[in-house]
């Protein structure tokens, strides 16, 4: 259990462009995902944290009108990379929290690769 | 107050030894310590975790060690394997904060034969 996907694994657009990454998790309900992105051999840095049902918890220095997030449903939040530029060259993961034992547990996602050309 | 430091960057360990790698935070609201794993191109898995109210959580070869008055907590992993070669994140929690994680700056463990 505690299955989370992410679609696509990799996309290539160029710049300018718009691109849509879905975050899903699989078997269990989430009414928080968080994303986070992550460049190469750095750690993760969190960017903002989706509810369901409202608006996204955006952080410091995030443009919220750049990175687009909608949580559609408790099992289903998308991030869109508006206008996208070479410097949004990245790694995107998400992570949803599953509730059991004594606590929320973080599962992440396989990671979306962007490359902006 | 948010920041959890993590070292050493990278280590190398040979088939057979001992990994340990440490972190230490400052914020005291802290609750969950997890430990993920991550693999190149990869999302991280976890591992590992554990709550401020014990000192030690074993699992197979890898341990988790908390010593909550210094503000420390390390992994260690015994009998060290080529394929446990990754970047290990050490991260925490206050769960006052839905959920939300603090990472390490990760350790890059190289195994050798």
């Known amino acids: 259990g505690a299955v989370v996907s992410q679609h696509p694994s990799w996309v290539i657009c160029k710049s300018g462009t718009s691109v849509k990454i879905e975050c899903r998790s699989l078997d269990f309900q989430a009414t928080t995902m968080f994303w986070y992105r992550q460049f190469p051999k750095q750690s993760l840095m969190l960017m903002a944290t989706?509810?369901?049902?409202?608006?996204?918890?955006?952080e410091q220095g995030v443009e919220k009108d750049k990175f687009l997030i909608n949580h559609a449903s408790l099992t289903l939040s998308t991030l869109t990379v508006t206008s996208a530029h070479p410097e949004d060259s990245s790694f995107y993961i998400c992570?949803?929290?599953?509730?059991?034992?004594?606590?929320?547990?973080?599962?992440f996602g396989p990671g979306t690769r962007l490359t902006v050309l | 107050q948010q920041q959890v430091k993590q070292s050493p960057q990278s280590l190398i360990v040979q088939k057979g030894g001992i990994s340990i790698i440490n972190c230490a935070y400052e914020n005291t609201a802290f609750d969950y310590f997890p430990w993920y794993q991550q693999f190149p191109g990869k999302g991280p898995a976890l591992l590992i975790a554990?709550?401020?109210?014990?000192s030690e959580k074993k699992e197979g070869r890898f341990t988790i060690s908390f010593n909550k008055s210094a503000k420390q907590f390390s992994l260690h992993i015994m009998d060290s394997q080529p394929g446990d070669s990754a970047t290990y994140f050490c991260a925490a929690e206050w769960s006052g904060t839905a959920s939300k994680l603090t990472f390490g700056t990760g350790t890059r463990l190289q195994v050798t034969l």
């Open positions: 989706s509810n369901e049902g409202s608006k996204a918890t955006y």
């Open positions: 554990i709550r401020p109210d014990v």
């Open positions: 992570s949803a929290p599953y509730a059991g034992g004594r606590g929320d547990t973080q599962y």
